[in-house]
């Protein structure tokens, strides 16, 4: 076996006992050397570590590391998973800088240099149109001018800014609550891999881990811990996810955006409070999140990146029509009314709008425009 090897496979052994964690472990490798030196001190040695619990040097004790390390090394190579180890040179470098950052982290898909220009977007599993329209086009935007997009693969606004990152172009990371071959929730399989092969996939968790409810709250560190900012879009209770993410980036000195939605909405609470309370700075587009980010900034987008794409060229009924969409979807009749033209006229615009890709048709005969 090779020596980076074993040091990989004991690593993730020592990774998978019962009660280490992050502190835990840098505390042993601190004393011992390596994750094999750990294995290989003895209970008395183990025992002059200060508050290390009786539980925990008898399951490293008891473990076996090359049985289960290489099992788990396998099993990560088969399936064309890699790993990241505190302390190289290839760990997110953002990341090794909060306090008790993951020891071990499982990546599907490839972390680059440029992802330490990172943002997180993160908000409701149930939004609204739009909240989801928001975080595509926050995403799309910040993409267009270099931004990696991290979020958490979670239904509704996460997936929402991936999916804007990934169709602009850009580059997005996936954080899971799970280990990586257990994808959470199911329907976003096809994602998963789009966020491989235009970004990674990463987690703390060991391989088999399921999605369960205490695992998130780390999750949502290393969400944070990968960022230069997060972006709240929608959030209701203050226990969720979201929140608590934004609550962890404040701890870790991130900055923290939020999107104001409309007063009284449930959906809108979490954001408007972090606003009204001073802890997040209001979001109305991208530039008002890159001028807290990137000192260098200018409107024209961030050197040796394209800037977010220009107004289409139109002219006469289709430019005014254009104009008068917006996020929120709009009915056809309440176009023609504000555009003052008849109702027929409205509908052929609207068609050769929709044709050219700038405009979406909702059911019940709404309008929106297209993200771009």
């Known amino acids: 076996m090779k020596s980076d090897e074993k040091e990989l496979v004991y690593a993730l052994a020592l990774n998978a006992v019962g009660g280490v964690g992050g502190i835990t472990y840098r505390k042993l490798i601190e004393r011992f050397g390596t994750p094999e030196g750990v294995f290989r001190a003895g209970r008395k040695n183990l025992e002059g570590i200060p508050r290390l619990p009786r539980a925990t040097i008898d399951a490293i004790i008891s473990a076996d590391p090359e049985e289960s390390g290489k099992k788990e090394f396998e099993a990560i190579r088969r399936r064309n998973f890699g ?15 909060i306090h008790d950052p993951p020891p071990v982290l499982y990546i599907a898909g490839e972390i680059e240099t440029s992802d330490e220009l990172a943002v997180s977007i993160v908000g409701s599993r149930d939004p609204t149109e739009y909240g989801r329209r928001a975080a595509i086009r926050l995403a799309g935007d910040l993409a267009h001018a270099g931004v990696t997009v991290v979020s958490g693969m979670a239904r509704g606004i996460d997936s929402s800014a991936h999916r804007g990152a990934i169709e602009a ?25 789009d966020l491989v092969g235009h970004g990674a996939v990463i987690s703390p968790f060991p391989l088999g881990t399921r999605p369960e409810k205490g695992n998130f709250p780390a999750r949502n560190r290393v969400i944070s811990g990968l960022s230069l900012g997060v972006v709240v879009v929608q959030a209701t209770t203050p226990d969720s996810g979201s929140l608590i993410t934004a609550r962890l ?100 615009a609207l068609l050769q709008l929709e044709l050219k890709g700038l405009i979406e048709q909702r059911p019940g005969k709404m309008f929106v425009k297209a993200i771009r």
Do not use: M
């Open 83 to 97: 790993v990241l180890l505190f302390g190289r040179e290839d760990y997110p470098a953002l990341l090794a800088r």
């Open 169 to 193: 172009g850009g580059r997005s990371i996936a954080v899971l609550g799970s280990g990586l071959d257990v994808i959470y929730p199911r329907e976003n399989r096809s994602l998963f891999e």
């Open 249 to 348: 980036a404040l701890e870790q000195g991130r900055e923290v955006f939020a999107v104001p939605g409309e007063v009284g909405a449930k959906v809108s609470k979490g954001t408007n409070t972090l606003i009204k309370r001073g802890h997040a700075k209001l979001v109305e587009n991208f530039a008002d999140i890159l001028e807290e980010i990137l000192p260098q900034f200018d409107t024209g987008g961030v050197k040796g990146q394209k800037p977010a794409p220009p107004a289409p060229k139109l002219e006469g009924e289709e430019k005014s029509l254009w104009e008068k969409l917006g996020e929120t979807p709009i009915h056809i009749d309440n176009v023609a009314r504000e555009c003052n033209l008849p109702i027929h006229r409205v509908a052929a």
